[in-house]
């Protein structure tokens, strides 16, 4: 039965709802005009978060679906980085005074590229420039293939306090097929070499769904990962679409596991890592009790923005770097996608805004019942409708997949709360997609 409704829902395809409306409908006509606007009448007493873009690898991971550049030189992302701190002057000039920081992430790409010397510069100018509360969390992605025990001493030093680290999978075949080979010890050598200087709340990133993997292999995975005690993983299954990333042209089609495999493996990774103690959060994430997450979720407070689930309250996002997407005042921006072009932007002294999307009532109804769907696996449709001035029952009318959902067991429908069972949480995007104006008319 599971097998046939993944087959019937299969969501390759669909948005995996950190925002609503999605960056199909960005359009031009919101820009760097419109962002101006937004940042100036954002409230000086409410805290923001901010997410700093570093499109930069040393090698390319066949799997990868995200526009990076991969480079063996320094020259390049030294001068990105400079165009960085150019774009954080400009930002910060559009406010009266320093905006209070809740919550910094950085991102890519392989952030943690940068050298030592670099990330501290980058990190006192965003002090300068923001303010930064004692319990801001400062979040950096690592590659473990390129981390030093230079740049553990560095996040130490710079306040860093919170690591996301690219596993994906433990197993040599499954690495050779996507070109990522990196074994456990190194992955535990890093995570030591970030307790070592404070960092303890540490994140892993694991996939299935890869060329050549298996059950076993993703149970074993996870069990060797669930052994270094992460405060929380994220587990994403591979999409692939071939026609979008050149770089996934080179895995071999035949090796990759079909939907009932896929299926197998997602439930296999999340037994295995509720076996050795981890909450399941939202679609794809599981963390320890005491993690941020799971307190969250357990006290109906986790939310869901463009970097996927968090515990952070902030509803601006202030983004900075090549295709960075913001949530500022009414809606959302996103900065020029090439490197050049934000380049150019930023060099002639330009906010490098190059669309975005203004929120209607109706997108922020929408947005927040998907919120909550993604989040909780419930929403109460009714409750959201009151606070967004809309009828309930009309709008739960016009949801016509909903019944579809429901004679397939998947979800429940009581007094307009809409609950998806436990069992069937992976299919949580297609649910979403339901309440989605927007998915079956995506403009080209």
């Avoid at 400062?138 to 560095?154: G, H, L, N, Q, S």
């Amino acid at each position: 039965m599971q097998s046939s409704l993944q087959t019937k829902y299969y969501d390759a395809h669909l948005p995996w709802y950190t925002i609503y409306p999605t960056v199909p409908r960005f359009s031009t006509a919101v820009g760097a005009k419109a962002y101006e606007e937004w940042l100036r009448g954002l409230p000086s007493d409410d805290s923001v978060s901010l997410y700093l873009h570093i499109p930069f690898c040393r090698s390319m991971c066949w799997y990868c679906g995200f526009p990076t550049s991969i480079t063996r030189q320094d020259a390049s992302i030294l001068n990105y980085v400079a165009l960085m701190r150019q774009e954080i002057h400009l930002v910060a000039e559009q406010t009266t005074q320093p905006l209070p920081v809740g919550d910094v992430h950085f991102g890519g790409g392989t952030p943690s590229i940068i050298k030592p010397a670099e990330f501290m510069s980058l990190m006192e100018l965003l002090r300068r420039r923001f303010a930064f509360g004692k319990t801001a969390t400062i979040a950096v992605e690592i590659d473990p293939r390129t981390f030093t025990a230079e740049m553990a001493e560095a996040f130490g030093a710079a306040g860093v306090n919170r690591a996301s680290i690219g596993v994906q999978s433990f197993d040599p075949v499954v690495q050779k097929a996507i070109n990522r080979i990196q074994g456990e010890e190194q992955t535990a050598t890093v995570v030591n070499q970030l307790r070592r200087h404070g960092i303890n709340r540490i994140n892993f990133d694991l996939m299935y769904g890869l060329p050549n993997q298996t059950v076993q292999s993703c149970v074993k995975t996870a069990g060797a990962a669930a052994a270094m005690r992460p405060s929380r993983f994220a587990v994403f299954g591979y999409a692939h679409v071939p026609s979008y990333r050149k770089n996934q042209r080179l895995i071999e089609e035949g090796a990759l596991p079909d939907l009932s495999a896929r299926a197998d493996q997602a439930t296999a990774v999340a037994n295995t890592l509720i076996a050795e103690g981890y909450v399941p959060i939202g679609l794809d994430h599981f963390a320890l009790p005491d993690d941020e997450l799971a307190l969250a979720q357990k006290a109906g407070r986790l939310r869901r923005n463009s970097l996927g689930y968090s515990a952070d309250t902030c509803t601006t996002v202030i983004g900075f770097g090549a295709s960075a997407i913001g949530r500022v005042g009414d809606g959302y921006v996103q900065n020029e996608l090439t490197q050049s072009l934000y380049s150019r932007n930023i060099a002639s002294g330009r906010i490098a805004t190059s669309k975005g999307y203004r929120l209607t009532g109706e997108d922020r109804l929408r947005a927040a019942i998907i919120e909550r769907l993604m989040c909780d696996l419930e929403a109460d449709v009714p409750g959201i409708c009151r606070a967004h001035g809309f009828d309930w029952i009309a709008f739960l009318n016009s949801v016509e997949r909903l019944a579809m959902f429901a004679e397939d067991g998947i979800l429940d429908v009581e007094k307009g709360i809409v609950r998806v069972r436990q069992e069937h949480r992976f299919m949580l995007r297609a649910v979403a997609a339901a309440f989605d104006v927007y998915q079956d008319r995506i403009p080209n």
